[in-house]
C-alpha cells in the first residue's frame, strides 16, 4: 500500500495534495463540501453500495488558475487494481477520470481560499471481502496525490 505520511511531494512545479473522504453520497455546491454518511471504512462485500468519494486539495498559489487531469482508482491489497463484474459476466476496473479546474489566481488569494473540493460516486460497487485503498492521482505528473483505506466485509 502507498502512504503519503503527510509529504509533500515535488513533481514538475506541482505540489498538490488531496485528503480523501469516503462517504454514502457527497457533492460540492457554492465551494462548500456537503457530506451524507461520512467516514466510510468498509462496506458490505459482494453487494452493490454506492459509494462516493469527497477530496479537498490543498493548492499552492501556482496551482490556481490551472486545469489538472485527476485519476481516481481503487486497488486490492496486493496493489492489483480492483475489478467488477458486470451483469454479463465482463470485469472492469473501478475509476473515476476527471480534470479539476482549481479557482483562478487572484491579488490578495488567503490560504483558505487554497483549498478546493471535488467529489466523485461509484453507483455500484461490488468488491469481494478483503482490504481495498482508493487513490487519486496527478495525471500529468504519475503522482498519487491521495489515498484512503477501507475494508469490504463479509457477514456471517
Not at 61 to 77: C, D, H, K, M, W
Not at 82 to 104: C, K, Q
Amino acid at each position: 500500500f502507498i502512504s503519503l505520511n503527510g509529504e509533500t511531494h515535488i513533481s514538475g512545479g506541482w505540489t498538490m495534495k488531496a485528503t480523501l473522504l469516503l462517504c454514502e453520497n457527497a457533492e460540492v455546491l457554492n465551494g462548500r463540501l456537503y457530506v451524507m454518511g461520512g467516514g466510510v471504512t468498509w462496506i458490505h462485500a459482494n453487494f452493490a453500495t454506492p459509494v462516493a468519494i469527497a477530496a479537498m486539495f490543498d493548492l499552492e498559489p501556482s496551482e490556481l488558475g490551472q486545469s489538472i487531469p485527476v485519476s481516481t482508482r481503487l486497488y486490492a491489497f496486493d496493489g492489483t487494481p480492483a475489478m467488477g463484474f458486470d451483469d454479463a459476466g465482463n470485469s472492469f476496473e473501478y475509476y473515476i477520470t476527471d480534470t479539476v479546474a482549481t479557482p483562478p489566481a487572484e491579488t490578495g488569494t488567503h490560504d483558505h481560499e487554497l483549498d478546493f473540493m471535488w467529489t466523485g460516486k461509484w453507483f455500484g460497487l461490488k468488491l469481494a471481502p478483503g482490504r481495498y485503498q482508493v487513490r487519486m492521482t496527478n495525471d500529468v505528473t504519475g503522482e498519487v496525490i491521495g489515498v484512503q483505506s477501507f475494508l469490504a466485509w463479509q457477514a456471517n
